[in-house]
């Protein structure tokens, strides 16, 4: 694969969302969300909830450097760290053990028609998946790149057009499906997994304790079937081949009645169990492991816009929690992404038939569940090869895009030479780390997750406080949620029925 331009890599834009829960006692805390001091999760950008009101998400603005998307990340979670009494944020992607559903609480958003609309939703998320399954946490890695450093990455040639942008960004997502695998070997931290998340689906796992079983070689339980890759999702394939594709069939499955969810009687009262009886509530729904976005901003449904104005960016969503990263990834892996996105733009992404679909949700399936199976085979275009052999591919070919002038050339070399050694020797992932140390010590898995919890909070709060400026800006996106809250409510008209389908509507 040809060198690229070192000016590409000043045309990035980086962001990343990353998911903890509340833990208070080696249990989720069931204190509410402090709009007081984290301002309404409902507006607030930086600092909001996932699924739980106890499940914290901090997002942090698209930067041209992954240092400053780092720098911060890291300034919310020392502005957190400072409210949250003797709360920590749990450091893994799998949860403590959770004894019933009722000790998730869902997220509360306030009475408006939006507010009802996402609590509704999360409803329905409970009431088809269960909340133990919502409530596992990772990181989301979003990236994009200029359009006059995309066009020269491209087979394109002039000015970028929507459709050309729409185009390279479909091939790029297709890409990674192909390589996720890598991605769970590499970033997987999950082989644990509490007994209440697996339920009946025991086979093959051992026991660590009461509450914990394991796979002696996963990678990443968290993106296997038992975890985000739902099995009642499996039979649910998305086309990645063009933008108008995946649009449709995201389109038919939030219109088609489901005879399964629409059996589905709340069990608690609440007024509304979910948002449709239909195979996906809305597309947010569809779990998969990369996915196009667009930054335009409106109250329009992701498609819509998808729809009107196209692709902006693409969302990486198969990345685990790092338990030994105070912020749950570090600036080594962050390098790496940089790269592992720039050559799945770069390089060539045939579209997908059946097969090749049915071959990837294999792959990262094996990979996720015996990733670290030593002598571990895939299947490439029909054919098995060693995982290793094809992630050291993939690695070289990466390697390949940095010239001798790019001024971060050591610093990839070095994040690459440390993957290499991954592939090489599997005890040196982060998930053998947490096998490992969970294994090997006396302390049960909670036990693990807290001490790690606290010494990531201590961290945050001892950490010299370099940037001020970061500080403000989140401090008064605070203060402003607050004020954006009030002209919501106060503006709130419509009743929650009209308000559905207005955003339904076409």
């Given at each position: 694969m040809p060198i690229i331009s070192d000016d590409i890599f000043k045309a990035l834009n980086i962001g990343i969302e990353k998911e903890s829960l509340r833990v208070l006692n080696g249990e989720i805390s069931k204190i509410p969300h402090k709009t007081e001091l984290f301002g309404s999760p409902l507006t607030n950008q930086f600092i909001t909830t996932d699924f739980s009101e106890s499940q914290m998400e901090f997002v942090t603005p698209p930067f041209k450097t992954f240092s400053e998307t780092l720098g911060?990340?890291?300034?919310?979670?020392?502005?957190?760290?400072?409210?949250?009494?003797?709360?920590?944020?749990?450091?893994?992607?799998?949860?403590?053990?959770?004894?019933?559903?009722?000790?998730?609480?869902?997220?509360?958003?306030?009475?408006?028609?939006?507010?009802?609309?996402?609590?509704?939703?999360?409803?329905?998320?409970?009431?088809?998946?269960g909340r133990q399954m919502q409530a596992i946490s990772g990181i989301h890695y979003n990236f994009s790149i200029d359009d006059n450093a995309l066009i020269h990455l491209s087979k394109y040639q002039g000015n970028l057009d929507r459709n050309m942008r729409d185009n390279i960004y479909l091939g790029a997502i297709r890409n990674i499906a192909r390589f996720n695998w890598l991605l769970l070997y590499l970033f997987g931290a999950s082989p644990f997994v509490s007994r209440s998340i697996l339920g009946t689906k025991k086979d093959g796992f051992e026991k660590l304790d009461h509450h914990t079983l394991f796979l002696p070689y996963a990678t990443s339980l968290r993106m296997s079937d038992i975890g985000y890759q739902n099995s009642k999702q499996r039979d649910l394939?998305?086309?990645?081949?063009?933008?108008?594709?995946?649009?449709?069939?995201?389109?038919?499955?939030?219109?088609?009645?489901?005879?399964?969810?629409?059996?589905?009687?709340?069990?608690?009262?609440?007024?509304?169990?979910?948002?449709?009886?239909?195979?996906?509530?809305?597309?947010?729904?569809?779990?998969?492991?990369?996915?196009?976005?667009?930054?335009?901003?409106?109250?329009?449904?992701?498609?819509?816009?998808?729809?009107?104005?196209?692709?902006?960016?693409?969302?990486?969503?198969?990345?685990?929690?790092?338990?030994?990263?105070?912020?749950?990834?570090?600036p080594s892996k962050l390098l790496f992404l940089e790269l592992f996105l720039i050559h799945c733009i770069k390089k060539d992404s045939p579209k997908l038939d059946e097969y090749l679909t049915k071959e990837i949700v294999e792959n990262d399936s094996l990979v996720a569940k015996e990733g670290r199976r030593p002598g571990l085979t895939i299947s490439r275009n029909h054919k098995q090869i060693l995982m290793k052999d094809w992630g050291m591919e993939i690695l070289d070919e990466m390697e390949e895009l940095i010239s001798e002038s790019n001024p971060k050339k050591d610093s990839y070399i070095a994040s690459l030479k440390e993957l290499k050694n991954q592939l090489i020797n599997p005890s040196l992932t982060p998930s053998a780390q947490v096998f490992n140390k969970v294994k090997e010590s006396s302390f049960s898995y909670e036990e693990f997750g807290a001490n790690l919890g606290k010494l990531h909070k201590n961290y945050h709060l001892n950490l010299f406080d370099n940037r001020s400026h970061n500080e403000k800006i989140i401090q008064e996106e605070v203060d402003r949620s607050k004020i954006s809250l009030d002209k919501i409510n106060n503006a709130s008209e419509e009743s929650f029925r009209e308000y559905m389908r207005n955003y339904f509507s076409d």
């Open positions: 911060f990340l890291e300034s919310i979670h020392q502005n957190v760290s400072t409210k949250i009494n003797d709360e920590i944020l749990w450091p893994l992607s799998m949860p403590p053990f959770i004894d019933t559903d009722s000790n998730i609480p869902i997220a509360y958003y306030g009475e408006s028609e939006l507010a009802v609309f996402k609590r509704v939703y999360r409803q329905g998320l409970s009431n088809r998946y394939r998305i086309s990645l081949n063009t933008i108008e594709e995946y649009i449709g069939q995201l389109k038919t499955a939030t219109n088609s009645i489901s005879n399964e969810f629409s059996q589905i009687k709340d069990k608690e009262g609440f007024d509304i169990s979910q948002l449709s009886p239909n195979v996906l509530q809305i597309e947010d729904e569809y779990y998969s492991p990369s996915r196009p976005k667009s930054s335009y901003i409106s109250d329009d449904r992701m498609l819509k816009k998808l729809e009107h104005h196209g692709v902006s960016y693409i969302e990486l969503r198969s990345i685990d929690l790092d338990p030994f990263e105070p912020c749950g990834i570090g």
